[in-house]
């Protein structure tokens, strides 16, 4: 093993087919084209003759701010000091020793390249260079198969090699309870109590009953206080115990904080009838009437048992007579009067047939916007 002498600086112990240490992957982005290389140190006219460049050509790295620095064919190239070039007849080329602005560098991420100038990038900056999601696992690439994971808050200098693939991170366990997919970022786990399951689709647990369902057996009851292994797969039921004679509050209150967190305006009122109020539904563009509308929507007894049905619009309102639904009564909530519109998506009016374990107020919102969007001129 020896020290070498490459474009005027002294690198460090040469790579080897006896190190133990694997080789990392680099490229050079010649004229915006990703060329791999055979490693990090290379001629330059094979860097020229695997970017299909005829003769009489050289590279220029690309330097921030100017004095780039062109390369002849016989002389070695360190990507390790900038990996971004163009090509230039060599007549024209800036030969020269210049080396006052920082080169650029391209790093890859499944072969595709963006360029910096900091070569000193973490785990989470490059995840935010390149528009990685959180759930994807950043590795940087080896020549042997043991690439090497990049964890957010790890160093990931340009130096160690530029070259990065992604895996996305596999879910463990996938459940459904109550026709609704959970996994691990849930809180789903190996082993859980009753009462843990059900608490995936309650504020109230300890008021339920817990079955898991199977295909070719009867349902099985899972005790609140007891655990149980959790498989992949796995489905659940979950009733609560009360639900006749009454409603749901938190059930609604999750509901809507679904809304909230995509951006619906929507608010829980108890008086005078409980309800639900959307705010500024939009018609669709260019509607001479209007912009956008609140729309009153009452929890009915009973609810989820018993389905979402009807929608009062504000008094006065333009839409009235214009989408489906005849007029009908009016009621005060929040100082303003509402007048109410027999509109009935659940029941022959469009939408499917009601279902408490998959709709709510959540869902309820796209009958609605379908309504405002549909009413007359």
Known sequence: MSAKLVEGHVLGVENNTQSRIPASKWNALIEDTAIPAPQQVVPAKVLLAQAGVGGGKVLVRDQ???????????????????????VLPECDAPFGKHHLAPPKL???????????????????????????SDDVILERDYESPNDELIEPNDAAPFVKGPVFITRHRRVQLHIVVNSKPFTEKEGVKKKMKGREVAALVTDTPDRTEVFRLHKDAPKEDVPLDKEIPIHDCDEFRVIRKDVAGGFEPSRVHRELAKLKQGGMDAD??????????????????????????????????????????????????????????????????????????????????????????????????????????????
């Open 106 to 132: 391209a790093f890859f991420v499944d072969d595709r390249p963006e360029i910096t100038i900091n070569p000193n990038q973490t785990g989470k900056t490059i995840r935010e260079l390149f528009g990685l």
């Open 268 to 377: 829980f009122v108890e008086q005078p009838i409980p309800s639900v109020i959307y705010r500024n539904v939009p018609a669709r563009p260019g509607y001479p009437h209007l912009e956008k509308t609140d729309v009153l929507v009452p929890v009915p007894g009973g609810y989820p048992g018993a389905m979402i049905d009807g929608a009062y619009l504000p008094q006065g309102s333009p839409l009235l007579n214009r989408v489906v639904g005849a007029v009908q009564g009016t009621i005060m909530v929040e100082g303003r009067g509402w007048q109410l519109v027999s509109y009935h998506p659940h029941n022959g009016g469009g939408g499917p047939p009601w279902n408490k374990d998959k709709h709510g107020f959540h869902t309820y919102v796209d009958e609605i916007l379908c309504w405002i969007h549909n009413a007359k001129s």
């Open 64 to 86: 921030d701010g100017g004095q780039d620095q062109a390369i002849g064919g016989a002389e070695m190239v360190d990507l390790a000091l900038g990996n971004v070039f163009y």
